[in-house]
C-alpha cells in the first residue's frame, strides 16, 4: 500500500467527518431518533470513516498512535458501537 493510498482514505475520512458535521448541525439526538433519512445519513458516513479506516497501513496507524484504532476499525462492521441508540426508529 502507498503513502498515495493513505492519503486518499485519510481524506475520505475527513470528508465524512465533515458531511456528519453538516447533517448534524441544528439537530439533536431527539432528531436522529425521530429522523430516519438523517440517521441514515450519517450512519452511512460513519461506515465509510470506518471502511477507510480499516483499509489504512499499519505504518499510517502508527504514525497516530493516540487514535483510537481499536474503535474505529469495527465501524465498517458494526456502526451501533458508534451509536448504540441509532436502533430506536
Known sequence: MSNLD???RLRHMRDA???IRVFITGHNREDLKNNRQLLL???KEIEIIGEAA???SQTCRDCA???PWKNVLPLVDSTEAALPWAHYH
Open 6 to 8: 493513505d492519503a486518499i
Open 17 to 19: 467527518v465533515q458531511e
Open 41 to 43: 445519513a450519517v450512519v
Open 54 to 56: 480499516s483499509r489504512l
Open 65 to 67: 498512535p493516540a487514535l
